[in-house]
């Protein structure tokens, strides 16, 4: 089982609507969540990061966490054509000896439709 | 405010060829740093990580290293580069003062 899965997509939204991108995650000590977006040929670029259960919004975007079922989300508001990019999830986890790592998941790739 | 540096932009190098990347962070200090690839089509994978000068850790063996002599400089080096080693290297840092990883603008290599 991979320890951050995304679905690859590609997910197509229309201008205006909600997108909705899933992540879940296998380490059940990770506690950081972050979002990332990457546009091709670029390096990605932090959007949303999260720590406790619940919702935090910013924008247009809303990151929802849920440790029990390890599930992390990101909906992207109105969407616009300048959203079309690789949405990453990453997952930080730290061990008991106080290594920390960030793991990301293979990206889902958005094409929002004018 | 802290950004964070790595060049070159691309690089096309032969097989066998050595490889040196340099990464530098400005506006903070004792930052962790981390070098990760992305193949084509593929997602991040960890290659290194520093939390202090002369401290790594490898996460993939191969035939890169890497090296941190300035608490701000960490250097991703091969000896001698395989066509397997060709993707995108994106040098990373996280620090207190930042809340999240942030990536320097990434080298494209591709070995022929």
């Known amino acids: 089982q991979k320890e951050v899965e995304q679905n690859s997509g590609p997910l197509s939204v229309p201008e205006g609507a909600i997108a909705s991108l899933n992540c879940t995650y296998s380490d059940r000590v990770s506690q950081s969540f972050f979002w990332y977006r990457q546009y091709s040929g670029k390096s990605p670029e932090l959007i949303m990061s999260?720590?406790?259960?619940g919702d935090k919004e910013d924008g247009r975007f809303t990151a929802q966490l849920n440790k029990a079922s390890q599930y992390v989300s990101l909906l992207i508001r109105d969407s616009q054509p300048s959203d079309s990019a690789t949405y990453l999830c990453a997952v930080r986890s730290i061990s008991n000896f106080g290594n920390e790592k960030l793991t990301f998941g293979t990206g889902t790739r958005l094409t929002i439709i004018p | 405010s802290q950004t964070i540096h790595q060049w070159p932009a691309t690089l096309v190098q032969p097989v066998g060829s050595p490889l040196s990347l340099e990464c530098t962070v400005e506006g903070t200090s004792n930052p962790n740093l981390y070098w990760y690839r992305q193949a084509a089509g593929r997602g991040l994978q960890l290659l290194f990580y520093?939390?202090?000068?002369?401290?790594i850790s490898s996460e993939v063996p191969q035939n890169l290293s890497a090296s941190r002599p300035q608490d701000r400089q960490f250097i991703l080096s091969s000896k001698k580069l395989l066509l397997s080693d060709s993707g995108f290297y994106l040098c990373?840092?996280?620090?207190?003062?930042?809340?999240?990883?942030?990536f320097g603008s990434g080298t494209r290599l591709t070995v022929v």
């Open positions: 990373a840092w996280y620090g207190l003062d930042n809340y999240g990883y942030t």
């Open positions: 999260i720590y406790s259960n």
């Open positions: 520093s939390v202090g000068i002369g401290q």
